[in-house]
Nanobody, 116 residues
Framework: QVQLVESGGGLVQAGGSLRLSCEASRSIFGIIARNWYRQVPGNQRELVAALTSDSTTYADAVKGRFTISRDIAKNTFYLQMNSLKPEDTAVYYC???????????WGQGTQVTVSS
């Protein structure tokens, strides 16, 4: 079973930066997309950034500030977050979606808190 391990969350002041990492325990077959989601208590989990083989997409709220990238050799992908705002405060989850039914992997979540 593949495990996704996240790191890089923490407390930062508004305007600061963080880089989240998501490392897979092994290489994953049939990846459709690598995604970052975030969730605030009481709200639904929302898609922040998505990376496929030929495109990247971002939620309007983070465009121009967040960048998703990957290092295939390290089985790791990242979310670089710049110009952070208090409204970016959430638990961030990485997700890998594959072509294989039932193989949709999630990280454990990492807390990002942005103080004003």
């Amino acid at each position: 079973q593949v495990q996704l391990v996240e790191s890089g969350g923490g407390l930062v002041q508004a305007g600061g930066s963080l880089r989240l990492s998501c490392e897979a325990s092994r290489s994953i077959f049939g990846i459709i997309a690598r995604n970052w989601y975030r969730q605030v208590p009481g709200n639904q989990r929302e898609l922040v950034a998505a990376l496929t083989s030929d495109s990247t997409t971002y939620a309007d709220a983070v465009k121009g500030r967040f960048t998703i990238s990957r290092d295939i050799a390290k089985n790791t992908f990242y979310l670089q977050m710049n110009s952070l705002k208090p409204e970016d405060t959430a638990v961030y989850y990485c997700n890998v979606r594959t072509t294989i039914i039932g193989s949709n992997y999630w990280g454990q979540g990492t807390q990002v808190t942005v103080s004003s």
